[in-house]
């Protein structure tokens, strides 16, 4: 299984973009909910994907209605700035769906109303309305991957031994 990250509504395609690479990256499915602010072919939209797309999988549905049919007793986390909870507060299951708004309206309340138990925050200072939503998913998605032990992912690193001019600051490291 995997971690699912659902967008309703996206309006920005450098932002769809750079999730779908986070999802490329992590194994996570990702679901998108219409009407989207820009098409699938977007040349804004692959370029943030960068050639990750068929590392991915992705669905598309023609609205909520069809996605929570799609999905009945899937376990969801709705992000928003008017939870209580923080997003780090609760424990993630793989197979859990993160669910997203669009960049200028976030999530409907008539939907948040209907889930407040499970609507989750990143904490921020007061004085900002929100974070980019491409770093918004990175955030939660990587705190349920984290709680679930980066299943399937590679931890560690190596240098590569390539070898490069060596700058001038790098005397003071």
Not at 141 to 163: D, I, K, V, W, Y
Request: proline letters at 5%; glycine letters at 10%; aromatic letters at 10%.
């Amino acid at each position: 299984m995997a971690f699912n990250i659902v967008l309703v509504n996206p309006e920005i395609p450098q932002n769809t973009g750079n999730i779908a690479r986070s999802c490329a990256a992590t194994g996570a499915v990702l679901h998108l909910i219409e009407p989207l602010g820009f098409s699938l072919a977007d040349k804004y939209l692959k370029r943030a994907g960068l050639d990750y797309w068929h590392l991915m999988e992705y669905h598309v549905y023609s609205g909520m209605e069809e996605f929570l049919k799609t999905h009945p007793g899937a376990g969801m986390y709705f992000a928003t700035t008017k939870a209580r909870k923080g997003y780090h507060e609760v424990r993630y299951q793989d197979g859990d769906f993160l669910v997203f708004g669009c960049e200028t309206r976030g999530l409907p309340e008539s939907l948040l109303k209907n889930c407040y138990d499970r609507c989750i925050r990143i904490p921020m200072r007061s004085e900002a309305r929100s974070l980019n939503l491409a770093n918004s998913v990175a955030v939660v998605l990587f705190e349920a991957l984290r709680q679930n032990g980066f299943p399937g992912m590679q931890s560690g690193g190596q240098l590569t031994g390539r070898e490069e001019e060596q700058p001038a600051w790098l005397d003071y490291v």
